[in-house]
């Protein structure tokens, strides 16, 4: 019986491609000469597509090579990255893999939070430039006596506020909705919350719904004492505003996982010293990244073996009506 065609639209984790390699005929796009003539040759025999925020978008231009397209699994718990509501037009499910990754993006924000707050990437600069043998490093901020809001009190967030307990500072969140079986002060508006606390943590979607839903207005409330912590999307921050921000003493820090136009970084924060900068690792470890590789195969082979997606988008929602293999 042949194999069901699957594409993939960049290199994912090895272990990914061994597996989708077994099951299926797996197409790599990343290797095309030309991608729309490869696409043009290859794209009706697709049935499936495996995706990541680091392979290019899948949208309607990729979706319309690709007519018999059913399932499009993608690496990673956010999903900005495919265009779902041209996905559910088309009747193709879109899968995530969330939940896999929630502690350890968890455990990466308190560290980012903690190197921000008392400086630990300058101390270790200040060591191996030779500084500590003509002065002691500078005291730090703390985070002792600080207050932390949370914008995006989901998933992740339930498990960055799980370990803010353990440090005992007190906590709210904002959101669209309040969730009442939650003991921690909400806020309606984040202007608000932003004015109540000296920490903001963002860890929302990306996408348009929360394009710089950090702006000038919220940094100033944020005020001179103030840090942030963007482990969600770049576009979620006007990054312009939070450079102007940390020049001018608006607000004191921030640790930033995510940019607006990754891998690129400007050049204004790179040159700061009151930011502590990654490149977007928060889900970055072996452990972690083979789960979430794992759940983006699991959701394809669930899917061609007719039991349905196992993580299916609320945009996409499942209605019992998967594919059978012929
Ligand atoms: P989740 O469980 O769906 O939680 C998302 C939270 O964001 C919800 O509490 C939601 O609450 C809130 N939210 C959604 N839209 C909002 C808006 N317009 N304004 C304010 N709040 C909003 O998702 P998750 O699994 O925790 O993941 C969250 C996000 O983290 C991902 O989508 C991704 O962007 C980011 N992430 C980044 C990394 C990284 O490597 N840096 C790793 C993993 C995830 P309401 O519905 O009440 O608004
Ligand atoms: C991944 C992420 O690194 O899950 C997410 O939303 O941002 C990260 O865990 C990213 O999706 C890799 O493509």
Redesign the pocket.
Known sequence: MPKTDILMTGRMLPSVIESLDETFTLHRMWEAPDRDTFLREIGPRIRGIATSTMGGRADAALLEFLPNAEIIASF?????NVDVQEAAKRGVIVT?T??V??D??AD??LGLLIATLRRIPQADRYLRAGEWLKAPFPLSPSLRGRKVGI?????????IAQRLEGFGVSIA???????TEIAYRYYPT?IDMAGAVDVLIA?????A??KH?INADILKALGSNGVLI????GS?VDEQALIEALRQGTILAAGL??FESEPRVPRELIGMDNVVL?P?????SVHTRKAMGQLVVDNLISWFEGKGPLTAVPETPWHGRAAIRP
Do not use: C, F, M
């Open positions: 990673g718990v956010g999903y900005d995530n969330p939940d990754l929630n350890e993006v990466l924000t914008i995006g009190l989901g998933r992740i967030g339930k498990a969140y904002h959101g669209r909705n309040e969730q984040l860890i929302t979607p990306g996408g719904a929360t839903l963007n482990v969600a999307r979620v996982d995510v990654l977007h690792v928060a889900s970055g």
